[in-house]
């Protein structure tokens, strides 16, 4: 069973950084494509960014040119920089396997002040 553990969220003000973690249990990291994935209260888990095996990178619209998805393969970690946060950008983020999903870890809140 793969386990999934977010951390790294908190409260920053409109403009601000932080920097997102999800470390996977299993050694299996390094051969999936990974997410991450944001759920506003009141709304649906979205995806906001994924990176592949070879480091290939996709992201949502909203996020383009902010977030930056990366992978240490070695860690078996997943890494999420945000910057120039907005507040439309809070909400608990997850990390998963977009084309093979496992359990989802509690996440990690992030809140954005104006």
């Known amino acids: 069973q793969v386990q999934l553990v977010e951390s790294g969220g908190g409260l920053v003000q409109s403009g601000g950084s932080l920097r997102l973690s999800c470390v996977v249990s299993r050694n299996s990291f390094d051969s999936s494509t990974w997410g991450w994935y944001r759920q506003a209260p009141g709304m649906r888990r979205e995806p906001v960014a994924r990176i592949t095996i070879y480091g290939k990178t996709n992201y949502t619209d909203s996020v383009k040119g902010r977030f930056t998805i990366s992978r240490d393969n070695a860690k078996n970690t997943v890494y999420l920089q945000m910057n120039s946060l907005k507040p439309e950008d809070a909400g608990v983020y997850y990390c998963?396997?977009?084309?093979?999903?496992?359990?989802w870890g509690q996440g990690t809140q992030v809140t954005v002040s104006s």
């Open positions: 998963n396997r977009p084309f093979a999903p496992t359990n």
